[in-house]
């Protein structure tokens, strides 16, 4: 996908704790949980989770007012849990202490797994409020574990141990992971430093919140009202009806109106004819979180970045960039930004060729000597440049893409790639309307592997993008058999009760890969839920969901699947014709606008503890690279939820670029072997990416799959980018040496083209 997507992880899942990846088995709550502030202990999200499939999460009797009282149940029992095994008298064992670490946490994972859904899905005030409240209480907690010397010490016991020990391979995966977690999160460090980095993670959980309250707050209040018919001109009839739709909703009286997302502006951008209020819908959502005012986020990333620095030296880090990179693939900034660099200058040289074409027709059409293609005309010259070129107009085939056939594709894909079966089951409550619920089955014993929740459209109190969640982590322990549940969530605008929803091919794209994803945790095959499906280093946990992406434009897919919304006619082969021709246009923009996200967000993060002004900041910066006036950075600096809504992707949007890299890769191992659907190669792919989760170093399950280390010649051959001659000289460069490979090698670059 072009990088929308923010996979959403449980609190603890950045340290590696029990359960961290959502699992949601059943554990009983133990008396710690019986009461808190004397209210009954025994709410519905304290509950396992009953019901068919294994378990279902009790989303039709939530209430909002019961996620505090919870979570304070939560870790309350899960502390509890946790001082049994720091205390244990017993020698430690992988068995007393890495295993029963697993088994702790259950009910607060559920509890955090539903207060997670409603923060993303369905957030206004009241939740806000409880939010506001427990973040930094939530963060103190995590602490108070990783913190605890008597566990960490029976956790480094166990690491140091592990030559003489028999245990299995994934057991000693699991250890280390979770030793090497612990050291990350501070449980090295003396009693001072351990209370300072307590209150910075404190005030970091408060300060994330805020930001992405913020974003929210602009992205639901701000709208473009078109008052007039005209103000529709140059929209295809799909757009009218959604614009029209979404002022119904809001109960405006209008012709119709944009919402403040990245789905209803950019086709906005795109087709309207309207220049002034294509500049008033860019404006509107390039500004999030800074306009100044209650919602602004500028004060807070400097404050974010502050703590981040010091938080780093305190860990014994250079910077924030340095300690989160410690534990990926790429393993330093350095690494990281060669590879950034290495594709930004063909890049914005792109650029600058897809800007002359714009105002060459610009001009043709009649425009004045002087002007100037601006970020807000960008898309909309972009589209006549593709239908006069390639006689391809996006609105022609989106009248082939319609949401729910696509859901359909996608299905059929996984089937022959992974031989999963989906039947839609109505036996399981839904946290809002729009959701639909379906199980998947291993085609060929018919056993449930698990269930897929989809959420498909924009609404207030959801956040923009694409995401995927898991609800559930599969797992083994015990003799269990625990199935996975996951979900796709997007934000697609309805339009007319009753017919199709028509995509874009960019939308296709991200729902493959968010697909990707959803697959990922579903083909999960491992015993301990800490290291099962996404639950992979930031800059591997792309790569299954990027190089899903490759089967969207198969015949296989588009000759069942893309069928004309009205006459039901499959896309002519003329069409896919024109849409592969061009399939290297824009690529340019989409490729600069990305990395300009993600050289600024390494960049604010090698600054150290100087103090910034990210305003300043980033228009400095952008400058000194190059960037073109003509486009901006896809999430410019204050509504950069990736990166300043939690950890999560700070100083490591970059992994996108990363994972694309090894995807481009690997998707050539099946155009070697003949086809996309080789089932050799497909077998390869699923048993040692798809099914292996972060039991195995993500380079030598890489190897295993590839039969050697990634090579960037097939990204810079899809984008259609002249090469260098040489590669990267890094320990870990995908086009070079990938994690657990120490030495330094060149590798020759050949020139290619994109497809």
């Given at each position: 996908m072009n990088p929308l997507f923010s996979l959403s992880l449980p609190l603890l899942a950045g340290l590696g704790l029990a359960g961290a990846t959502f699992s949601g088995a059943q554990a009983q709550p133990t008396a710690m949980a019986k009461t808190v502030a004397g209210r009954p202990a025994m709410l519905p999200l304290l509950q396992p989770w009953n019901g068919p499939h294994g378990g279902i999460p009790p989303f039709d009797k939530v209430k909002v007012a019961d996620f505090k009282p919870a979570l304070e149940a939560g870790m309350a029992e899960n502390l509890a849990e946790i001082n049994a095994i720091a205390n244990n008298p017993a020698a430690p064992t992988f068995e007393n202490t890495i295993a029963a670490m697993e088994r702790s946490g259950r009910t607060l994972d559920r509890v955090q797994t539903v207060y997670g859904i409603w923060g993303t899905s369905l957030n206004d005030a009241t939740f806000a409020a409880v939010q506001a409240e427990m973040a930094p209480r939530m963060a103190a907690f995590s602490d108070q574990i990783t913190q605890n010397a008597a566990l960490f010490k029976r956790i480094e016991t166990v690491y140091n141990s592990l030559a003489s020990k028999q245990l299995t391979p994934e057991q000693q995966r699991l250890t280390e992971v979770r030793y090497k977690a612990f050291v990350r999160a501070g449980a090295k460090l003396d009693a001072p430093a351990k209370a300072r980095l307590s209150q910075i993670n404190q005030q970091l959980a408060g300060l994330f919140n805020n930001f992405s309250q913020n974003v929210l707050a602009d992205e639901s209040n701000e709208t473009l009202v078109l008052k007039t018919e005209q103000n529709l001109s140059g929209l295809p009839t799909s757009l009218r009806d959604g614009a029209k739709a979404a002022a119904d909703t809001r109960k405006v009286a209008a012709a119709g109106v944009i919402t403040n997302t990245r789905s209803s502006v950019d086709p906005f951008l795109t087709y309207s004819d309207q220049r002034p209020l294509r500049e008033k819908a860019w404006r509107m959502f390039t500004s999030r979180g800074d306009n100044g005012g209650a919602h602004d986020n500028n004060v807070l990333i400097t404050q974010i970045l502050q703590l981040r620095a010091e938080r780093a030296k305190l860990l014994g880090y250079k910077t924030h960039a340095h300690l989160r990179l410690d534990n990926t693939m790429a393993k330093t900034p350095e690494a990281a930004m060669e590879l950034m660099e290495q594709v930004w200058t063909p890049a914005v040289a792109r650029v600058h060729e897809e800007v002359a074409d714009m105002l060459a027709l610009a001009k043709k059409e009649g425009a004045p000597a002087d002007f100037k293609i601006e970020p807000w005309d960008y898309a909309y010259y972009a589209e006549k440049v593709r239908k006069e070129r390639y006689d391809l107009d996006q609105n022609e085939v989106k009248q082939y893409l319609q949401l729910d056939k696509m859901r359909e594709g996608m299905f059929w894909m996984a089937g022959e790639l992974f031989n999963f079966s989906f039947?839609?089951?109505?036996?399981?409550?839904?946290?809002?309307?729009?959701?639909?619920?379906w199980q998947v089955n291993d085609k060929t014993t018919g056993k449930q592997v698990g269930l897929w929740y989809?959420?498909?459209?924009?609404?207030?109190?959801k956040k923009s993008g694409a995401w995927m969640n898991a609800y559930r982590s599969q797992e083994r322990m015990d003799g269990k058999d625990i199935t996975t549940i996951v979900s796709n969530n997007s934000n697609f605008v309805k339009g007319k009760p009753g017919e199709p929803v028509l995509i874009s091919w960019s939308d296709a794209t991200t729902l493959f890969h968010e697909f990707g994803h959803a697959l990922h945790g579903l083909s999960?095959?491992?015993?301990?839920?800490?290291?099962?499906g996404t639950s992979v280093v930031r800059d591997y946990v792309e790569f299954p969901s990027q190089v899903l992406e490759n089967w969207l434009p198969t015949p296989?897919?588009?000759?069942?699947?893309?069928?004309h919304y009205q006459t039901g006619k499959p896309i002519p082969q003329a069409l896919v014709d024109r849409i592969n021709k061009a399939s290297t246009f824009n690529e340019g923009f989409?490729?600069?606008e990305f990395l300009a996200s993600a050289l600024?967000?390494?960049?604010?993060?090698?600054?150290?503890?100087?103090?910034?002004?990210?305003?300043?900041?980033?228009?400095?910066?952008l400058a000194q690279l190059g960037m073109p006036s003509e486009l901006v950075m896809r999430h410019r600096t204050p509504q950069f939820n990736h990166v300043f809504a939690s950890d999560g992707y700070s100083a490591g949007y970059y992994s996108y670029l990363w994972s694309v890299v090894l995807a481009a890769d690997a998707f050539s191992a099946f155009t070697e072997a003949g086809g996309a659907y080789d089932k050799s190669v497909g077998e390869r792919l699923r048993k040692n990416v798809f099914t292996v989760g972060n039991t195995v170093d993500p380079a030598a399950g890489y190897r295993a799959f590839r039969g050697r280390d990634p090579k960037i010649d097939a990204l810079m051959a899809q984008r259609g980018f002249p090469m260098t001659t040489t590669a990267p000289t890094t320990p870990a460069a995908p086009a070079v040496q990938v994690a657990g490979q120490p030495e330094k090698v060149k590798v020759k670059i050949k020139n290619g083209k994109r497809k």
């Amino acid at each position: 996908m072009n990088p929308l997507f923010s996979l959403s992880l449980p609190l603890l899942a950045g340290l590696g704790l029990a359960g961290a990846t959502f699992s949601g088995a059943q554990a009983q709550p133990t008396a710690m949980a019986k009461t808190v502030a004397g209210r009954p202990a025994m709410l519905p999200l304290l509950q396992p989770w009953n019901g068919p499939h294994g378990g279902i999460p009790p989303f039709d009797k939530v209430k909002v007012a019961d996620f505090k009282p919870a979570l304070e149940a939560g870790m309350a029992e899960n502390l509890a849990e946790i001082n049994a095994i720091a205390n244990n008298p017993a020698a430690p064992t992988f068995e007393n202490t890495i295993a029963a670490m697993e088994r702790s946490g259950r009910t607060l994972d559920r509890v955090q797994t539903v207060y997670g859904i409603w923060g993303t899905s369905l957030n206004d005030a009241t939740f806000a409020a409880v939010q506001a409240e427990m973040a930094p209480r939530m963060a103190a907690f995590s602490d108070q574990i990783t913190q605890n010397a008597a566990l960490f010490k029976r956790i480094e016991t166990v690491y140091n141990s592990l030559a003489s020990k028999q245990l299995t391979p994934e057991q000693q995966r699991l250890t280390e992971v979770r030793y090497k977690a612990f050291v990350r999160a501070g449980a090295k460090l003396d009693a001072p430093a351990k209370a300072r980095l307590s209150q910075i993670n404190q005030q970091l959980a408060g300060l994330f919140n805020n930001f992405s309250q913020n974003v929210l707050a602009d992205e639901s209040n701000e709208t473009l009202v078109l008052k007039t018919e005209q103000n529709l001109s140059g929209l295809p009839t799909s757009l009218r009806d959604g614009a029209k739709a979404a002022a119904d909703t809001r109960k405006v009286a209008a012709a119709g109106v944009i919402t403040n997302t990245r789905s209803s502006v950019d086709p906005f951008l795109t087709y309207s004819d309207q220049r002034p209020l294509r500049e008033k819908a860019w404006r509107m959502f390039t500004s999030r979180g800074d306009n100044g005012g209650a919602h602004d986020n500028n004060v807070l990333i400097t404050q974010i970045l502050q703590l981040r620095a010091e938080r780093a030296k305190l860990l014994g880090y250079k910077t924030h960039a340095h300690l989160r990179l410690d534990n990926t693939m790429a393993k330093t900034p350095e690494a990281a930004m060669e590879l950034m660099e290495q594709v930004w200058t063909p890049a914005v040289a792109r650029v600058h060729e897809e800007v002359a074409d714009m105002l060459a027709l610009a001009k043709k059409e009649g425009a004045p000597a002087d002007f100037k293609i601006e970020p807000w005309d960008y898309a909309y010259y972009a589209e006549k440049v593709r239908k006069e070129r390639y006689d391809l107009d996006q609105n022609e085939v989106k009248q082939y893409l319609q949401l729910d056939k696509m859901r359909e594709g996608m299905f059929w894909m996984a089937g022959e790639l992974f031989n999963f079966s989906f039947q839609p089951v109505t036996d399981v409550p839904v946290f809002h309307p729009d959701v639909r619920v379906w199980q998947v089955n291993d085609k060929t014993t018919g056993k449930q592997v698990g269930l897929w929740y989809f959420d498909p459209y924009a609404r207030p109190g959801k956040k923009s993008g694409a995401w995927m969640n898991a609800y559930r982590s599969q797992e083994r322990m015990d003799g269990k058999d625990i199935t996975t549940i996951v979900s796709n969530n997007s934000n697609f605008v309805k339009g007319k009760p009753g017919e199709p929803v028509l995509i874009s091919w960019s939308d296709a794209t991200t729902l493959f890969h968010e697909f990707g994803h959803a697959l990922h945790g579903l083909s999960s095959n491992v015993t301990y839920g800490g290291l099962s499906g996404t639950s992979v280093v930031r800059d591997y946990v792309e790569f299954p969901s990027q190089v899903l992406e490759n089967w969207l434009p198969t015949p296989e897919v588009l000759n069942r699947f893309a069928l004309h919304y009205q006459t039901g006619k499959p896309i002519p082969q003329a069409l896919v014709d024109r849409i592969n021709k061009a399939s290297t246009f824009n690529e340019g923009f989409a490729t600069t606008e990305f990395l300009a996200s993600a050289l600024i967000d390494m960049k604010l993060h090698l600054a150290g503890d100087q103090k910034i002004d990210p305003d300043k900041f980033e228009r400095e910066t952008l400058a000194q690279l190059g960037m073109p006036s003509e486009l901006v950075m896809r999430h410019r600096t204050p509504q950069f939820n990736h990166v300043f809504a939690s950890d999560g992707y700070s100083a490591g949007y970059y992994s996108y670029l990363w994972s694309v890299v090894l995807a481009a890769d690997a998707f050539s191992a099946f155009t070697e072997a003949g086809g996309a659907y080789d089932k050799s190669v497909g077998e390869r792919l699923r048993k040692n990416v798809f099914t292996v989760g972060n039991t195995v170093d993500p380079a030598a399950g890489y190897r295993a799959f590839r039969g050697r280390d990634p090579k960037i010649d097939a990204l810079m051959a899809q984008r259609g980018f002249p090469m260098t001659t040489t590669a990267p000289t890094t320990p870990a460069a995908p086009a070079v040496q990938v994690a657990g490979q120490p030495e330094k090698v060149k590798v020759k670059i050949k020139n290619g083209k994109r497809k």
